[in-house]
């Protein structure tokens, strides 16, 4: 079998992704297409992996005034690996419409077979189709899918391994000259696929030559924005007019629509509770807790499995290969290194469930409409609602989602501001500080502590929407922003999908955010365990100590917390110790500031270690140790409550995540904003700090 | 006549009296049914249009949310949903 490439095309919410994931299952990836923050996804069919399939953007046309039309206009009219062929995914409930990109598709010679999706939801309303009348209007071979029960598929699999296309029947013939096609370009592309004579469907084999000798400046200016706004959207319109009259036309002779349907009387139903203006937040906010609650509770017992199979391990790495450099370097950098990334994924996971489950049904785009006025406000997107949602989980997918909304200032703003949201890392410090300096008394029949906890989410979500506020004012933008979209009527989500979506988004976090963590976790145990010295002095240490008779297990823990602090992390959190001060923070504080500003979770295995706690820490052994330690020189306690609320602002404001970083440099595409979210999310961090010292102390 | 304008009704006769409509869908209550009859804005056009809008069908307006917010308007079988500035550039004729 030859190798060969297909192109998944369709309208958004066709099925399109669901027939993706059939045809790949797990042989899939995602990607970016070249130099562009657009997703590609591409995988091989089961049994047939000289066939490459790559799942398009979905799309309503190809008009090139969005970044995914143009980039998928330059996929098809590209020399340079080329596809083959495209499989077009309609939705058979909207075959109009649908037939409006596959006009335009069909216009560049692309040959094709043409796919009727959601035919169950189809038939049920009473959608009849004239299956001949279709094929020979198309030209192209006709299968009827539907892919929640995977039927057809089988069909469509075994046209496709016959790996013989039929070119489509073209809607419009060109009338051009390759001189004009060079010179041109985007004008010419638009009147290439028009013709005001409305005649023959005969095949169509010389476009195909035109857009190949496109050549790259024609393919280029196809790119560029429009300069003539008025003039190009004057072209776009009279195409699009003419094409839908012709399209109007056909799908009249091809299908019989019923008045209404039975999914939009059920939608209907629906949306009168989820849109209303007072029940549809209500319900919102109803759903968000629910969310809230579930991931704290079902994540918890993985995390502690998790937690415990780490340290076992640790610690069968440390009898068998005793004290020596691999045997520490595994169980005291690696193992916590792969640890420390692995023990989010429960909460990633289920947050990407659920969101997940939000987005498949369809209700995700009420969500976008009950939202979208309040977010403008802080010149945010409603769109923006699922990166600012999923940023609760980890900030890195949350960024990554920030595509879906086109008007670049929107979709900067929402990048810069999502990291403020809450995230998973923060937790095991949140968790620690509060236990050891919140009383658990009730407030109003309430606990103090979840109470405090609920307003440090709080806090996350405030300097979100605030920093948005303010970016607003600085980040300029000409370009319109539209919220347009369709509501979809409501679908129950296949299991399989949503699951896909999981594995992907997990999988995004381990390989991004995972390898710098790991990285840095080694990084930091050779900073830890190593410095000017370090084994003499310890080893002094030790003696001294012996000489005292203290019992073994005390007198681990005190030589190990003298190695940390006398090892090179050591010596520069003493040095940093002064800036730290006016926040309430001694220097064992600030090397563990330092540490975790790699990464937040770091933070409380680097407090066990220097409270001499060991490594057999939990939760209760930390809170009770932290509780005890007292300023030698004033008495107080060291993590009274001034402190603890100082390190939790600090915590919640400053920007501690270096895979964060790197995904904000990818999607935007330079280094500024990374930069300056750094030092100004730590400026306010410090300050935020410095204040609530000031004012608790 | 502004070069981006769309007008929706093929007739001349009744493109010039659309110039004469003041409603716009924005002013439409839930519930009620116009017809769209000119559009202002060349991109917002566009993007209806390839959504699966028909002119020649009525539209309704299903949903407003609350403060100003987006409205929702069904047609040709679809739900679509648009900013309520944005549907301050259409003018209808109610029916």
């Known amino acids: 079998m030859n190798h060969s490439r297909i192109a998944l095309i369709g309208n958004p919410n066709s099925g399109k992704t669901s027939i993706f994931n059939q045809l790949t299952g797990l042989r899939q990836r995602t990607g970016n297409f070249p130099g562009i923050t657009v997703d590609k996804t591409s995988g091989t069919l089961a049994k047939y992996e000289a066939i490459e399939v790559v799942d398009l953007p979905g799309l309503y046309d190809l008009y090139p005034d969005s970044q995914d039309e143009a980039v998928v206009l330059r996929e098809l009219v590209t020399t340079t690996d080329r596809y083959d062929a495209a499989v077009y995914v309609a939705d058979a409930s909207h075959l109009d419409r649908a037939l409006l990109l596959y006009s335009q598709v069909a216009d560049l010679g692309v040959p094709m077979i043409f796919v009727v999706n959601m035919m169950d939801e189809a038939e049920k309303s009473g959608y009849r189709f004239n299956t001949n009348r279709l094929k020979s209007r198309l030209g192209v071979p006709v299968i009827y899918t539907d892919a929640r029960s995977g039927e057809g598929v089988d069909r469509l699999v075994s046209r496709m391994t016959e790996q013989n296309y039929d070119l489509p029947n073209a809607f419009f013939r060109s009338r051009y000259t390759r001189e004009n096609v060079l010179e041109n370009g985007y004008h010419i592309w638009i009147s290439t696929c028009f013709d005001r004579y409305l005649k023959d469907n005969t095949a169509f084999a010389e476009h195909a030559e035109v857009v190949e000798a496109l050549g790259s400046e024609g393919q280029t200016s196809i790119l560029e924005v429009p300069q003539n706004q008025s003039t190009n959207e004057g072209i776009v319109l009279e195409d699009l007019e003419n094409r839908k009259r012709l399209i109007n036309i056909i799908a009249a002779e091809v299908v019989q629509s019923p008045k209404e349907t039975r999914q939009n009387e059920i939608t209907e139903k629906l949306d009168k509770w989820l849109t209303h203006p007072v029940f549809g937040y209500l319900i919102f906010g109803g759903i968000l807790f629910l969310i809230f609650q579930a991931i704290f509770s079902w994540s918890a017992l993985p995390m502690d499995l998790m937690d415990w199979t780490f340290s076992s391990l640790s610690g069968i790495i440390q009898s068998t290969f005793g004290n020596g450099v691999l045997g520490r370097l595994v169980a005291e950098g690696i193992i916590p290194g792969i640890s420390g990334v692995l023990i989010f994924i429960p909460q990633i996971a289920l947050l990407f469930l659920f969101i997940g489950l939000l987005e498949a049904s369809g209700y995700m785009s009420r969500v976008v409409f009950l939202m979208d006025k309040s977010m403008q406000r802080f010149g945010l997107n409603g769109k923006s609602v699922v990166p600012l949602m999923s940023g609760m989980a980890c900030a890195i997918p949350a960024v990554m989602a920030c595509r879906t909304i086109e008007n670049p200032k929107e979709r900067l703003i929402t990048i810069l501001v999502t990291p403020f949201m809450t995230c998973s890392a923060r937790l095991p410090v949140y968790a620690i500080l509060i236990a050891v300096a919140v009383p658990s008394t009730s407030v109003l029949g309430m606990n103090l502590q979840g109470l405090v906890l609920f307003g440090l989410y709080l806090l996350g979500i405030f300097a979100a929407l605030f920093g948005a506020a303010i970016l607003n004012r600085f980040v300029k933008s000409n370009a319109k922003s539209y919220l347009i979209h369709e509501m979809p009527v409501y679908r129950i989500p296949k299991a399989k999908d949503i699951l896909m979506n999981i594995w992907s988004k997990v999988k995004t976090f381990v390989w991004e955010a995972g390898r710098i963590i790991f990285v840095l976790a080694i990084a930091l145990w050779f900073l830890a365990s190593y410095g000017p010295n370090l084994n003499q002095k310890t080893a002094a240490y030790e003696t001294t100590l012996t000489e005292q008779n203290i019992a073994p297990e005390i007198l681990d823990n005190q030589v190990a917390a003298f190695k940390l602090e006398n090892s090179y992390i050591g010596i520069v959190g003493k040095a940093v110790e002064p800036v730290f001060r006016p926040l309430g923070y001694d220097w064992k504080i600030s090397i563990a500031l330092l540490t975790s500003f790699a990464a937040r979770e770091v933070f409380v295995g680097t407090l066990a270690t220097i409270y001499s706690i060991g490594e057999d820490f939990s939760e209760e052994t930390i809170t009770q140790k932290l509780e005890n330690e007292t300023d030698p020189i004033t008495g107080r306690k060291r993590f009274n409550l001034a402190t603890a609320l100082s390190l939790l602002i600090f915590y919640a404001l400053a920007m501690q995540c270096i895979s964060t970083l790197a995904i904000v440099r990818r999607e935007t595409k330079s280094w500024t904003y990374p930069i300056l979210q750094l030092l100004i999310m730590t400026a306010l961090a410090y300050f935020g700090a410095f204040g609530v010292y000031w004012a608790f102390g | ?95």
């Open chain 2, 1 to 95: 006549m502004p070069s981006n304008e769309f007008f929706t009704q093929d007739s001349l006769a009744t493109r010039y009296s659309s110039l004469a409509t003041n409603m716009k869908l924005s002013d439409l209550k839930k519930g009620e049914k116009a017809t769209i009859m000119r559009i202002r804005d060349g991109e917002l056009t566009k993007q209806l249009m390839t959504l699966g809008l028909d002119f020649s069908a009525p539209v309704e307006m299903k949903y407003k949310a609350p403060f100003g917010g987006p409205v929702c308007i069904k047609n040709n079988k679809k739900f679509i949903v648009i900013r309520s500035s944005e549907a301050q550039e259409i003018a209808i004729a109610s029916l």
